[in-house]
Each structure stands twice: as structure tokens, then as C-alpha cells.
């Protein structure tokens, strides 16, 4: 029996979460604010409802050295569907990277929960079934930097 993979991040953004589940279904949005870091992103396809499938390339800066990139020496790219959108409340992603390494095979689950509180939103990020190849430590704080991303991006 595999050993399910998980990580847990959370923060609170000073914007409403209607505001916040609209960045995750425009694609120019999302590939401003996804990409962790220094990376930048490209939207390949994306269809922003229930269902609507994806695909994006997360890409490192020239000068990063050392990266465990996924698809090529630079670049991860994944695609991905809306499992389940729940409108101002949750975001769920179904992702699978674009891959040679079987370490990063599988489909890696996103859930994002949008819980509106005094002045903002709770935003929690859960990754569930996060490939072998991914260091936990690594995907955290992908996440970490990806809300931070999202709340410049919402004003919040």
C-alpha cells in the first residue's frame, strides 16, 4: 500500500473570497500568480469551469542552477482539470506532470478553501498524492509562495 503524500498551508489575504476564486478561473490571473518564486508561467490552455481541463508550463530563471525541474532542464509543466469548483468557497485541482521520471507520475490533488473572516479570507491550500520525486519541504513552500503571490496579485 502506497503511503499517501500530503502538506497543509495556510494563510489569510485581506480581499474577499469572491475576489480570490475569480483569479483562480482567468488564466492570465493564474499565471501570475501560481508560479512560485522567481519562476514565471505559461498558459497553454485552460478552461475555467467545472470539468475544464488546463495545461501550463511553470518555468525557472535562467541563472536557478540546481532545480529538480520535472519536464526539461528548466521547466515543469503539468496539465490538470477543475475537479470541483464551488463558487466562492473551494477550488479543486487535478494535476499530473509532464514527466520521463516516474518519480513524478500520479495525479497530485489541489484543494483550495476560501472561509471568509474579519477583514478577509482564511485561505487553505491542501496537496494530496504528491509524487515520490517531490520533496514535501519543497512542495510547502511552493505553496507558501504561491499565496503570497496570490494575495500582491488580490490586493490583499
Known amino acids: 500500500m502506497a503511503i499517501r503524500r500530503s502538506t497543509t498551508v495556510s494563510r489569510f489575504i485581506a480581499a474577499p473570497p469572491q475576489r480570490i ?18 519562476m514565471r508561467g505559461i498558459v497553454h490552455s485552460f478552461e475555467g469551469r467545472e470539468g475544464g481541463a488546463f495545461s501550463m508550463s511553470l518555468v525557472y530563471p535562467d541563472d536557478a542552477a540546481g532545480q529538480p525541474s520535472k519536464t526539461s532542464d528548466k521547466t515543469d509543466r ?3 482539470r477543475f475537479a470541483r469548483l464551488v463558487p466562492n468557497e473551494q477550488i479543486v485541482w487535478a494535476t499530473v506532470f509532464e514527466s520521463d521520471d516516474d518519480s513524478f507520475s500520479g495525479e497530485m490533488t ?30 510547502e513552500e511552493g505553496c507558501r509562495l504561491t499565496l503570497d503571490n496570490l494575495a500582491a496579485f488580490v490586493g490583499g
Open 21 to 38: 476564486y475569480r483569479a483562480f478561473l482567468d488564466a492570465e490571473a493564474v499565471a501570475t500568480w501560481l508560479p512560485p518564486g522567481s
Open 110 to 139: 489541489v484543494s483550495t478553501t476560501l472561509s471568509p473572516v474579519n477583514g478577509g479570507t482564511d485561505v487553505r491550500m491542501v496537496c494530496d498524492d504528491i509524487p515520490a520525486g517531490i520533496r514535501l519541504e519543497d512542495n
Open 78 to 80: 503539468f496539465k490538470g
